[in-house]
């Protein structure tokens, strides 16, 4: 309720919308609906018939490359020489260049020889490159 303090007219009407049963309101509304929120999710047990569809093919071998401290390549464990980056990725890939190509380089190599390798790859035609790194617990 609102109320002027003035005392000369005692009985004068405010022309103010009080909220506060517009909040009360809305809170009561809020709790219904958290409360009947999960109850409206019902488990119905269904026995669904089986498929004549073929499976999905396993994902294929992932193409690794390795690049080791002292600057010499891996292509999963074979060693690679540089001139035949190319050649070995397409035989690993089966000419797919779409393929991702999984980068791993020893920390101890210059960032400079890691980005060197990654602009081979580009120019091999293979784009799709992630790095591979071992997962600390530092700074958790």
Do not use: C, W
């Amino acid at each position: 309720m609102a109320a002027r303090i003035d005392p000369g007219d005692e009985f004068a009407e405010t022309h103010e919308i009080n909220v506060t049963p517009f909040i009360d309101v809305m809170l009561v509304l809020l709790i219904i609906f958290m409360i009947a929120a999960p109850l409206s999710t019902v488990d119905v047990a269904v026995d669904l018939p089986t498929s004549s569809a073929q499976p999905n093919p396993s994902p294929e071998k992932p193409v690794t490359l390795t690049l080791k401290p002292d600057l010499s390549l891996l292509l999963g464990e074979r060693p690679l020489a540089r001139g035949d980056l190319a050649a070995a990725l397409d035989r690993a890939a089966n000419g797919d260049r779409g393929r991702r190509v999984f980068l791993r380089a020893d920390k101890s190599v210059a960032y400079g020889e890691v980005m060197a390798l990654m602009d081979d790859l580009r120019a091999a035609g293979y784009l799709k490159i992630g790095l591979v790194g071992i997962q600390s617990d530092r700074g958790r």
